[in-house]
């Protein structure tokens, strides 16, 4: 596995490794971005990566899915956000790497509408996380 370093100034000049998976590197890409700034700061990066990857023959671009993923990652990296490299948040988070862990909260039929595509729209089955909600713990009955 590459550098994180490498790897994130790759795929924001657009640019991925035919041989890894294109979820896999949006979803580390999402995780290395949250990590090195401000939320707003790393959405707009990732659109802007995103969109240099279709340019170059990628997948098109989805609002709705990078948004949505966006909030996956982030709710995983709980209210500290994280610092670690990419393999360790990995090792907690194996479920990220899951492409259908999208359908708790999309129906495919959302998914797949053309404004989904153009603008970010609501889950229509459960609603996205928020920050440090996928981590968090229930309290325990007393």
């Known amino acids: 596995m590459i550098e994180d370093r490498v790897f994130l100034t790759r795929f924001l000049a657009g640019e991925r490794d035919p041989r890894s998976s294109p979820h896999a ?3 580390r890409a999402i995780y290395l971005l949250l990590c090195a700034g401000p ?11 995103l969109r240099r990857i279709q ?21 995983h990296m709980g209210d500290r956000g994280e610092s670690a ?3 360790a948040f990995l090792r907690d988070h194996t479920e990220l790497l899951d492409p259908a862990l999208i359908a708790r909260h999309y129906t495919p039929e959302r998914l797949a509408a053309q404004r989904a595509r153009r603008e970010f729209v609501l889950p229509d089955r459960a609603p996205l996380p928020v920050r440090g909600e996928a981590t968090r713990r229930a309290p325990s009955a007393a």
């Open 25 to 27: 590197d949006r979803v």
């Open 55 to 75: 340019r170059r023959g990628g997948e098109p671009y989805h609002e709705t899915h990078a948004l949505a993923w966006v909030r996956l990652v982030a709710a």
């Open 39 to 49: 939320y707003p700061e790393a959405l707009r990066r990732l659109r802007d990566a």
């Open 85 to 87: 490299p990419w393999s």
